[in-house]
């Protein structure tokens, strides 16, 4: 097990800025790839950004690709997620996710989530 919380959500314009953080407890925070993805209302979840258990690679979605950055403290055991030039399409649910292997996207490949932070962008 893997618990996660997501912390940082909110409301903000479009254009603006955001740092959403995912605190993780356990000892083995370090050997997970993480990720994060969103779900808006009607809407399928869908990958956002992934990041390798060494922070040396990451993988974006081409719709937060050049806005978006993920990392990751492993001393802290806590997954970042900078989200900046935000629009109002970027309002939804966003998750965490952890698994035990590489850079994947697809959402039934993580098998621990935390309960997700809204994030609203208003025009």
């Known amino acids: 097990q893997v618990p996660l919380v997501e912390f940082g959500g909110g409301l903000v314009q479009a254009g603006g800025s955001l740092r959403l953080s995912c605190a993780a407890s356990g000892r083995t925070f370090s050997s997970y790839t993480m990720a994060w993805f969103r779900q808006a209302p009607g809407k399928e979840r869908e990958f956002v950004a992934a990041i390798s258990w060494s922070g040396s690679d990451a993988n974006y979605a081409d719709s937060v690709k050049g806005r978006f950055t993920i990392s990751r403290d492993n001393a802290k055991n806590t997954l970042y997620l900078q989200m900046d030039k935000l629009k109002p399409e970027d309002t939804a649910s966003y998750y965490c996710?952890?698994?035990?292997?590489?850079?994947?996207?697809?959402?039934?490949?993580?098998?621990?989530w935390g309960q997700g932070t809204q994030v609203t962008v208003s025009s």
């Open positions: 996710a952890a698994r035990g292997g590489g850079l994947l996207k697809g959402a039934h490949n993580y098998n621990y």
